[in-house]
């Protein structure tokens, strides 16, 4: 029964809805628990093992999952799929530089195609990289391309609990400690990610990334950004930061990226397209290299990996991204996922970020050392129980030092139930949920797992577990 005053604040209530409406359905297969249990089996306990039919809802990453809008669709049947200067190129190269701001664009095959050319054109063998924390493919290409990561992400970002409104922010004290230890020529660049994906999602404040600048200035140090969720990040600028609830999103994106020198993109995310990624530029040095680089690891660099229909897809999802509603509708999901969570005392990442719930596995399973994965072990127990797909975001991600061969034991061991823009609706986020919670009922139940197989790089895509 409702009382007046619930029924009250249920009248006064606002509540968001998505700025689109569904006119093309694809149905998703509803597995029995033998059947999961099979094909869990049969993956080695690894969710990026499992086939797609096997998965009800898929929660594995926001990568490539979007669903493409009406225009997007009308797009690809504009793809002029000329080998040079192909018509789409234009399109997509004017979107960048209306949308990001940056001067010069080399179109590449997804994200990490991008890290590939700007580790390689702008790291020298034994410089320093210091990030607001690493993400697995920028650091291995960061790596490979011979420089030494560093984390400078403040120390607030590494405490699921913390509530602090910006965690992606740079701790300028570090860098300033790291430039005093090694000298201004030994840095690289900075390499900064909005949001960051391995702290849940949190954003970087505009006052951080000013600072920043006015501190890269004096040491003529460049800054290239992740701008592979920026768009996500203009939103918690907007909502949190003074003097930019008025304004929008596509404003504060701008602006955000003019303190910086160049972007890498994985198109995947943010711009809602399947495939796709690109560099951009503001200095010319850089992007003769990098323009060099992409016609021996991507393709011609008016192409990079992409047909011109995917290029004009992502021309149009730049500019749907970067609308108000659509980021409040895509965050909003998002939340209402976190809010039932947190009512229900699940322990997450808090606060909620932009693309995923996080969920902190350490804590869920407080009897797992994180030498049994306990990450691992709550996205292989989800499954098992609904065919909901999540993944690992702790110690089998991070791998292992290069130096000493140890695993690299980060503080936060997670799982990441991550949301697919425009895909699912918020019944299915009740679904998710109740698995969540139905899985937290039974976590004394839970023994771990041993890994039995391991590749040697991104080890977390491909490897094999048994249960303990
Ligand atoms: C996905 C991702 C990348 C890599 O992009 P791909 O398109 O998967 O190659 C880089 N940085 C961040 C933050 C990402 O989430």
Redesign the pocket.
């Known amino acids: 029964m409702t009382d007046i005053k619930t029924m009250g604040q249920q009248l006064g209530r606002r509540s968001w809805a998505e700025p689109w409406k569904i006119k093309m359905v694809e149905p998703i297969h509803m597995t029995t628990a033998e059947e999961r249990l099979r094909a869990m089996q049969e993956s080695g306990y690894n969710t990026f093992l499992l086939k797609s039919d096997d998965v009800y809802i898929d929660l594995l ?4 999952t979007s669903a493409m809008s009406d225009r997007q669709w009308a797009g690809m049947m504009l793809g002029d799929e000329a080998y040079a200067g192909s018509r789409n190129f234009y399109h997509l190269e004017a979107a960048i530089q209306e949308y990001y701001g940056y001067r010069f664009i080399v179109p590449t ?7 590939n050319l700007i580790s390689q054109a702008a790291i020298k063998k034994g410089q320093y990289v210091p990030g607001n924390m690493y ?4 650091r291995l290409h960061q790596e490979l391309a011979g420089g030494i990561f560093t984390d400078i992400i403040i120390d607030e970002a590494h405490d699921s609990q913390s509530l602090h409104p910006f965690k992606g922010n740079v701790d300028l004290d570090k860098l300033r400690a790291l430039i005093a230890k090694v000298g201004a020529a030994q840095i690289a660049y900075i390499s900064l ?1 909005g ?4 702290a849940g999602g949190q954003p970087v404040s505009m006052a951080n990334v000013r600072e920043l600048r006015a501190l890269c200035d004096q040491h003529g140090i460049r800054i290239y950004l ?1 701008a ?2 920026m768009a996500e990040n203009s939103f918690f600028i907007q909502e949190r930061e003074e003097g930019y609830a008025d304004k929008p999103i596509a404003a504060i994106l701008k602006e955000f990226c003019s303190y910086t020198d160049g972007a ?6 943010d711009n809602l397209v399947n ?3 690109w560099l951009a530029l503001n200095h010319e040095d850089v992007f003769e290299s990098a323009r060099n680089l992409v016609v021996v690891y991507e393709g011609l660099h008016t192409y990079g990996g992409m047909a011109g229909r995917d290029m004009e897809a992502m021309a149009i999802g730049i500019t749907e991204s970067v609308q108000d509603d659509h980021m409040r509708a895509r965050i909003g999901q998002v939340r209402y996922l976190g809010d039932l969570l947190t009512q229900w005392n699940i322990p997450i990442v808090q606060p909620v970020g932009g ?1 995923a719930i996080f969920l902190d596995a350490s804590r869920f399973y407080a009897h797992l050392p994180q030498s049994a994965f306990p990450g691992q072990t709550l996205a292989a127990e989800l499954y098992l129980d609904s065919g909901v797909r999540a993944m690992e975001r702790g110690v089998v991600s991070a791998g292992r030092d290069p130096q000493t061969g140890d695993h690299r034991y980060p503080r936060l061991e997670l799982t990441r139930l991550t949301i697919p823009r425009r895909v699912y609706t918020q019944a299915h986020m009740d679904v998710v949920a109740e698995s969540v919670k139905a899985v937290y009922d039974q976590r004394e139940r839970s023994r771990g797992l041993e890994m039995i197989y391991e590749p040697q790089y991104l080890r977390f895509f491909q490897c094999r577990f048994k249960p303990l």
Do not use: C, L, Y
């Not at 095959?109 to 890290?115: I, L």
């Not at 993400?135 to 920028?138: E, K, N, P, S, Y």
């Not at 890498?264 to 995310?269: E, H, I, L, N, R």
């Open positions: 990453p926001d990568s490539g095959h997804q994200g990490r195609g991008a890290e993400f697995t493919t920028t990610a949001t960051v994906n391995m992740d592979t969720r890498w993109m994985s198109a995947k995310k495939i796709g990624g693309h």
